[in-house]
């Protein structure tokens, strides 16, 4: 790791810092008033709990070495595959995972391509086939998904935030080996589907691949009727930079993440019911500064009103709670955020993810429990790890657990598909620059905090922690996910804390 200031200098490092970050957001306004931390869990025995603040990895812990051990609060790991790093984001399907590729990492070493993991035996997964098509190799990003329904797994290629064409699908009745199902359009490079691609999803009937871009933001409906044939019926163009999604149970409403900061609802019926000409018509367009890079949305209901959990990826947003029965007035009703992400914490934050790289603490992707009365949330807090939260009463979000895997702290040479460590050369944790302008903003930032001995590190950042980013998928108490650093990762909430609800049916959204 690069410190490019002496011990004496760090202050001057500090300025050099906010520098950097203030460019990307000095002129964002300040955030709305928000809700306080969620309540902290209550380790029981045998748990390695946090030793700072809620959700952080304290700089003290980074250079001692104790984040090698990792954190958790009861939860434990069954099993693990870390192969050579695991993408951005990974899917489960019945006993099998699928670890998605970041590109050009995963073509450095061995075994290129998407991983498929047998988890008959949570504790001993085994790697059983990869899947090489051109997507495959070309980087999945947050792509790679699953229909159960269909028994169908979607991928497509996105070498570099947004990716056009290659788009790969696959039989997964037999889940430990993939069968392509479409040689021709979208596997062979010279017939491409006119697609651009950051994330991707599934209607909830699995007839319909949506791809969005982030730049532009087009988003395109792929017919999958055929998969051996996939069309595009439908493109539009409805924000500059679009991210992920969720549906309503019957396919007839997109919500769609707006990584400006916010969320639209789409009309999408005319696709579902295959209209000849479809029109999709905005019904609602949800902006908030609290928080930006909204990366998908999880639909559930409470009591048979509908809500959406929609998660920011960057700005310490956390995961807001939307009512969405008024869906062209949808209101926000609750936020779940960790202290680390109080705009009272941001010096904090400097001083300790200084040196880690782009990434602080933010929510990446949440899955709930079963999308009808949802019991728990569990979801990747990027390097604050798996956070999991009784969801119960929405008025009254707690936290229940966390899993913080172990750092793998000087290992970015062997972690080729580790986007983590192929971002290592970067110090400054620059997506959090709006956050931490709003806490200046405020007058919440005090420069004595964010002083540590990784503050003015604004290269070659080590992994002194993990980036969790893939939702962890529920199988009763266990939750299967995969971080960036470890890999495939199947973990087990303590019976004490955690109780699978009947009908249990993790659900991510899309």
Not at 27 to 40: D, Q, R, S
Not at 193 to 200: K, L, M, R
């Amino acid at each position: 790791m690069t410190r490019l200031f002496t011990p004496a200098a760090r202050r001057y490092g500090l300025a050099a810092v906010a520098v950097l970050l203030m460019p990307l957001g000095i002129a964002a306004p300040p955030p709305a008033a928000g809700a306080p931390a969620a309540h902290t869990a209550d380790c029981l025995p045998g748990s390695l709990p946090e030793t700072g603040l809620q959700g952080d990895v304290p700089a003290a812990d980074r250079d001692s070495g104790r984040s090698r051990d990792g954190f958790r609060c009861n939860m434990r790991m069954l099993g693990s595959s870390a192969g050579r790093g695991g993408g951005i984001t990974s899917v489960t399907f019945d006993h099998c995972a699928y670890v998605g590729t970041f590109f050009p990492g995963n073509l450095l070493g061995p075994d290129e391509g998407v991983r498929v993991l047998d988890v008959a035996d949570p504790s001993a997964p085994v790697h059983t086939t990869t899947l090489t098509e051109p997507a495959m190799l070309a980087g999945t990003w947050e792509s790679l998904k699953v229909n159960a329904a269909r028994k169908l797994l979607v991928g497509a290629g996105v070498p570099a935030l947004t990716g056009a064409g290659l788009l790969s699908v696959y039989d997964i009745s037999d889940c430990a080996h993939p069968r392509l199902l479409n040689p021709g359009p979208g596997t062979d490079l010279a017939l491409p589907v006119p697609i651009t691609a950051h994330e991707g999803g599934f209607s909830p009937d699995g007839r319909t691949y949506w791809a969005s871009g982030t730049a532009p933001g087009l988003l395109s409906a792929v017919d999958l009727t055929d998969p051996a044939e996939p069309r595009v019926i439908w493109q539009g163009l409805p924000g500059l930079s679009m991210h992920g999604f969720g549906f309503s149970p019957d396919g007839n409403r997109m919500y769609l993440a707006d990584n400006m900061g916010g969320l639209k609802i789409l009309d999408v019926a005319a696709v579902q019911r295959r209209d000849p000409e479809p029109r999709v018509p905005e019904l609602a367009d949800m902006t908030w500064t609290d928080g930006w890079a909204t990366q998908h949305a999880v639909p559930v209901t409470y009591g048979g009103t509908p809500y959406v959990f929609a998660v920011d990826e960057a700005g310490s947003g956390g995961v807001k709670l939307i009512d969405v029965s008024d869906e062209r007035r949808p209101r926000l009703t609750q936020s779940i955020k960790l202290a680390i992400n109080l705009p009272e914490n941001q010096d904090s934050m400097v001083a300790s993810a200084s040196g880690g790289s782009l990434f602080a603490y933010d929510a990446h992707y949440c899955a709930a429990d079963r999308p009808v009365d949802p019991t728990a949330l569990a979801c990747s807090w990027t390097s604050s790890g798996i956070r999991v939260f009784d969801v119960r009463d929405p008025g009254a979000i707690r936290e229940i657990g966390y899993f913080n895997p172990p750092a793998r702290t000087g290992e970015n040479a062997g972690l080729w598909n580790s986007p983590h460590a192929l971002a290592s050369i970067i110090g400054p944790p620059l997506l959090a620059a709006p956050t931490l302008a709003q806490s200046m903003l405020q007058g919440a930032f005090d420069p004595a905090q964010a002083l540590s001995s990784r503050t003015g590190t604004l290269a070659f950042g080590d992994l002194s922690t993990d980036w969790c980013f893939s939702p962890p998928e529920w199988r009763g108490n266990q939750l299967w996910t995969t971080c960036a650093d470890n890999g495939f990762l199947a973990l087990e909430l303590a019976p004490e804390v955690y109780t699978p609800p009947a009908g249990q049916s993790s659900t991510t959204g899309s």
